[in-house]
């Protein structure tokens, strides 16, 4: 695995990939790497000729200083994952200099109102920092094919937004969340929990596997008060949000139409650690 640490050396190598007609599939990270990680390349290996890795935190998307600091951070544990792994060709550690050449700050993206809900709330700025570095990333790469998680489903299609928007030659595939074994969603903040509080954390799942039981059963309002009912008894854990929306345009719903498609949304501060999950509904 070739390990790149900066633009001008990915730049001669992707020439070289390029010039040999190599398909490119691509997957960046913050790094912090897990299974959830590895099943983007796995899903990469599939199609492409070449899989590609970045790992870099991006300070832009973090609209919390400690959130940045606390993040996270074992390049050289990285680097051994995705060697072992045998699914990635070359990984790439950009400076910052080499993403933000000029000021360390975001382009503005309009993503149709993509936006606005849910993470966008929460989280002012956060999507014009994962525009601006994922824009940034498949510029110097070029991928054919880039691959994202579901758990972090806003981001999913607010990437594919920004691709259709400017026009970008690459196609996004969306990858299933990968869950523990007790349910829980894989995350790189799961790092933080301890033992005891992943398995409590289990809960969230639970929780959304009872929800989807209730959707079309009982009403959207009904079904909220039950999971703020689970979370008001849940020691240490907090429900920041619980909605249900439409899975296109992410807009919150109270109520259902049997043509459309939609998703639960969940974020549940655990011991001060934010976990974030989704469902598709049947
Ligand atoms: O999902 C992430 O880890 C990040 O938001 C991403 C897509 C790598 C951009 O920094």
Do not use: C
Request: proline share 4%; hydrophobic share 35%; net charge negative.
């Amino acid at each position: 695995m070739e390990v790149i640490k900066n633009k001008k050396t990915l730049q001669d190598f992707i020439e070289r990939q390029k010039e040999m007609g190599k398909k490119i599939g691509f997957a960046p990270t913050m790094g912090a790497l897990h299974k959830g990680h590895l099943s983007l390349y796995e899903e990469a290996r599939k199609d492409n000729d070449l899989v590609i890795s970045s790992v870099f935190v991006n300070p832009t998307q973090f609209n919390n200083p400690e959130d940045l600091e606390k993040y996270p951070r074992d390049i050289n544990r990285d680097i051994l994952i995705l060697e072992n792994s045998g699914l990635v060709d070359a990984v790439y550690i950009p400076e910052v200099a080499d993403i933000y050449p000029e000021k360390t700050e975001s382009k503005h993206y309009d993503f149709d109102g993509l936006e606005n809900e849910m993470e966008g709330k929460s989280r002012p700025g956060h999507f014009d920092g994962v525009g601006t570095v994922v824009e940034e990333l498949f510029r110097q790469i070029q991928p054919d094919n880039a691959y994202f998680g579901e758990k972090d489903f806003q981001q999913l299609a607010i990437i594919k937004k920004m691709v259709e928007k400017k026009h970008l030659p690459v196609k996004i595939t969306g990858v299933s969340i990968f869950r523990a074994e007790n349910g829980l969603a894989l995350s790189s903040r799961n790092q933080r929990l301890h033992e005891d509080r992943k398995e409590a954390a289990k809960i969230i799942y639970q929780t959304l596997v009872k929800v989807n039981d209730w959707f079309r059963v009982i009403t959207i309002p009904e079904i909220k008060e039950r999971v703020t009912d689970i979370f008001d008894h849940q020691q240490g854990m907090k429900l920041e949000y619980f909605l249900i929306a439409d899975e296109n345009t992410l807009k919150e719903t109270d109520f259902f139409y049997k043509d459309r498609n939609y998703r639960a949304f969940i974020v549940v501060v655990v011991d001060g650690v934010r976990l974030i999950d989704n469902m598709h509904m049947d």
